[in-house]
């Protein structure tokens, strides 16, 4: 057991003596990218006199996946597990089997702090309220607005969006989705690419339906 402490205090050690040496040299190193090692959030310094990539631990709940780094990379983006458990009413077309609710996070990387930014709605007979199985997580060209996927209906989830500046008071419902992309150059920058699912008629229960790609606004309206 004394020996597990040790291992892991020295990883932990290392980690702050990362972050002190970064913060010392910031023109001397770059972020190659962000991974899950162990249910914790790593990113890659690479040093650009030594040539070498370290990884720096930043998240040590044991509990953190799905992390994406803003094109700026000054903010990274996860899902953490929280304590909350999934209301059985709430489990229709979920694609997550855990049996806790997980949150968005995001972790400033200047600030070294990691803080809540979307939390869970368990208004599950409200579509377009429900939060609780993110997925998709996405920046916008200008670093932001983080986009996201949650359960919606049968057919189709839910597109969400959210300020990164203030801790979910900004969220938003845009559109049903069953995949999109943001889309981060050219003149469309910042439009949503959408796929939804479409019937041929309205209230048609025949099975008569295709999937429709294509612009979205950030407000929802078809570009």
């Known amino acids: 057991m004394k020996k597990i402490i040790f291992f892991c205090l020295i990883l932990y050690l290392q980690s702050i003596a990362m972050e002190l040496l970064f913060a010392k040299n910031k023109n001397s190193y770059a972020f190659d990218k962000v991974f899950v090692k162990s ?3 790593y990113y890659s310094i690479y040093s650009k006199n030594s040539k070498h990539i370290v990884p720096v631990q930043i998240t040590f709940s044991g509990k953190d996946s799905m992390p994406i780094l803003s094109p700026d990379k000054k903010i990274i983006a996860f ?3 929280s304590d909350f458990l999934i209301p059985e009413r709430c489990s229709d077309f979920m694609d997550d089997d855990s049996v806790y609710a997980k949150q968005i996070w995001i ?3 200047d600030k070294k702090k990691d803080r809540l930014l979307v939390a869970n709605d368990f ?3 409200e579509p377009e309220k429900k939060l609780l199985d993110f997925s998709h997580l ?3 060209p200008d670093n932001q607005t983080l986009y996201f996927l949650t359960s919606g209906r049968t057919t189709s989830k839910a597109l969400h969006a959210v300020s990164v500046d203030v801790n979910g008071e900004g969220q938003r419902y845009i ?3 069953k995949d999109f992309k ?3 150059k050219g003149k469309y920058r910042g ?3 959408v796929t939804q699912h479409r019937y041929f008629f309205d209230g048609d229960d025949s099975g008569s339906s295709y999937d429709w790609v294509g612009l979205v606004t950030a407000e929802g309206g078809e570009g």
Do not use: G, W
Request: proline share 0%.
């Open 191 to 193: 439009f949503l690419l």
């Open 182 to 184: 943001v889309i981060m």
């Open 39 to 41: 249910s914790n959030i």
């Open 79 to 81: 899902l953490r597990e």
């Open 107 to 109: 972790y400033e990387i």
């Open 138 to 140: 996405q920046f916008s």
């Open 123 to 125: 208004s599950c007979d």
């Open 175 to 177: 559109t049903s989705a």
